[in-house]
C-alpha cells in the first residue's frame, strides 16, 4: 500500500465541510498506513472556491471537475455536489480510474444508480455511498446485537427523519428544493438515511404504500448561498416553485419477513432539528435510538427480571468500539463531524481490501430502488414493489 493518497473533493458547502474536516482528522486520530493528501477542492465560484480551500486545508483549487477528475495525480475523488451532479461526475471518475466517495442519495434516479454501480465496477474502482450514520457507534453497536439475535423475531422497525429547516414559508428555494438538481426533496435528502439504516439493520425491503406533500409550493428565490446550515444570503421578491416533497410517509415490508415497516421523512417538524430515529421492537427486546442523542440508545430487554423491567440507557462510547477508543475516554463524547471521519477512515484503510465493510455504491441503488417505489406508491395509492 503507498504511504499516501491524494485526494480531490467536489463541493465546498455543508458537505464539502464536513468531508474536508474528515479527510484532516482521520489520519492525526487513526493509525493509517495510507494517509489522505488533500490536494485539489473544487467548487463553482472561484473566490468561494479559494476560500475552501484556504479555510478547509486543501493545496489547491479549482472550478473545472472534468479535469480534475482526470489528473493523473488524483487517486480518490469524493463527490459532495447536489445529486443531478453525482452521475456525470462518479462515471467520468470511474473512467479515469479513481475510487470514489459519493454523498447520498446516490443519484436522482434509479437509471442514474444502476448506471454508476456499472461504471464502479466495470472500473475495478473502489466506492462508497456516503450513509454517513453507520459509522455512528451507537448504530454500530445495535447492529451487533440485532445479529447475535439479541432482538429475536422482528416485529416492527420505525423509522423517522425529521427536520424543520424550511417551515418558515419565506426559506427561499434553493437547489434541494428542485426535482432538476435533488431528485425528491425530504424523501432523497433524509429518507435515503432512513432506509438504508432498516435495510442495514434489519434487511431489504420488498414493498411499499406511501404519500408525500408539498406544504409550501412558492417560495422566494434566492442565491445558491442559503443552506440548512447558513441562512446567510440574498432573497429576491421573485418566486419560484418547490417541485420536490416537503415530507414522505410510507409503510414497508420487508423480504424474508414479516416484520412491518413505518417510515417518515419531513422538513416540516418544528423543533426537530435533526431527529434521525430507528425504533425496532423485537421478541426478546427493543431499541430505539436518534442522531439528536447520538451516544445513547434505549435498551428493552424482555428477559430481565420482573422487578427491573424497562428501557435502560446504554452509552455507546462506553462499548470500547475501536472509533471511540481513537478519540477520549468513555462520554467524552464525539459529534457529528467525527462519523464522516470513520467514513473516510474505513475507506482509505480498505483500498486494498476486496471485500469492504461500508456501504458501497450497490447499496446506493438499493435505497434508489425504495424511493423509487415510494415515488410510485404516493402516485398510484397503491402498495408498489420495489
Ligand atoms: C440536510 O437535510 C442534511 O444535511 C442531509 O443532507 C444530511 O445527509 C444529513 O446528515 C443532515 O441534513
Known sequence: MAKTCNVALIGTKFMGKAHSNAFLQAPRFFDMKTKPVMKVIVGNDPAGTEAAAGQFGWEEWSTDWKAVVNRPDIDIVDISSPGNLHAPMAIAAAKAGKHIICEKPLANTVKEAKDMLAAVEKAGVKHMCGFTYRFNPAVISIKHMIDQGDLGRIFHVRGCYQQDWIVDPEFPVNWRLQKKTAGSGALGDIGAHITDLAQYLVGDVAEVAAATETF???????????????????????KGTVDVDDAAVWVARFKGSD????????????????????EIYGSKGSIIWNQEDMHKFQYYNAADAGDRQGFRTVNATDSGHPYTANWWPPAHNIGYE?????????????????????????????????????????????????
Open 259 to 278: 416484520a412491518l415497516g413505518t417510515f417518515e421523512a419531513t422538513r416540516f417538524a418544528p423543533g426537530r432539528r435533526n431527529y434521525n430515529c430507528i
Open 338 to 386: 467525527h462519523l464522516f471521519t470513520h467514513e473516510v477512515y474505513e475507506f482509505i484503510t480498505q483500498l486494498g481490501r476486496k471485500k469492504v465493510t461500508y456501504p458501497t455504491f450497490a447499496d446506493g441503488l438499493k435505497v434508489q430502488l425504495v424511493l423509487d417505489a415510494i415515488e410510485r406508491a404516493a402516485k398510484s395509492r397503491k402498495w408498489e414493489k420495489v
Open 216 to 238: 409550501i409550493k412558492q417560495r422566494p428565490l434566492a442565491d445558491a448561498q442559503m443552506t440548512i446550515a447558513s441562512k446567510a444570503g440574498k432573497k429576491s421578491s421573485k
